[in-house]
């Protein structure tokens, strides 16, 4: 289910209202704060990144979408600085989200974009964004180890023992 419209519950080229409408009906209903159980919380999380993405999509291809209607967009710096403070209280993928918001994409963002997916055992895609930052500043030590501990993480997560640790929520000793 990519179609932002789909996503928010109103019919394909909804006015702003509508999608705006259907945006606060579904936030109210998934808002993580919501929830106690941490497994409960951790879907409406992953349900509110995409019922934002989808908020923001569906703004842009209704004709209508504003500066004021859209999240605004923050330079690479704020966006790291509010992403870490979000990966530090444990939500990854609020932390993913505000690094989203970013105007621009530096190696370090690439790096931090890694830290974060490893936390959310998105291995390959946290390789992937290790191996950019890599690429764009080559000579950095940290950015290497990242993408080095993506893959053999990745690596594991198929292996049957990866499999049945992340099931059973226990770390690597």
């Known amino acids: 289910?990519?179609?932002p419209f789909e996503i928010l519950g109103v019919p394909a080229g909804a006015d702003e209202k509508t999608i705006r409408q259907a945006y606060h009906q579904q936030a109210r209903r998934w808002h993580p704060d919501q929830f106690q159980d941490e497994k409960q919380r951790?879907?409406?999380n992953r349900r509110m990144v995409a019922l934002n993405h989808a908020y923001e999509e569906a703004l842009s291809k209704c004709g209508s979408g504003t500066a004021?209607?859209?999240p605004r967009k923050l330079s690479c710096e704020d966006a790291m600085e509010v992403a870490e403070k979000m990966l530090a209280k444990g939500y990854p993928e609020s932390a993913l989200q505000q690094?989203?918001?970013a105007s621009s994409r530096s190696a370090a963002w690439y790096a931090l974009q890694g830290k974060v997916l490893m936390?959310?055992?998105q291995y390959q895609s946290a390789e992937q964004s290790y191996r950019e930052a890599v690429r764009m500043d080559p000579d950095n030590i940290r950015y290497r180890a990242g993408a080095l501990d993506a893959l053999v993480a990745f690596r594991e997560s198929r292996?049957?023992?990866g499999r049945l640790r992340h099931l059973l929520g226990k770390p690597k000793r």
Do not use: Q
Request: glycine share 0%; aromatic share 0%; hydrophobic share 45%.
């Open 1 to 3: 289910m990519n179609d």
């Open 99 to 101: 690094l989203l918001r």
């Open 159 to 161: 292996t049957l023992t």
């Open 68 to 70: 004021a209607s859209l």
């Open 119 to 121: 936390t959310m055992s």
């Open 42 to 44: 951790e879907d409406a």
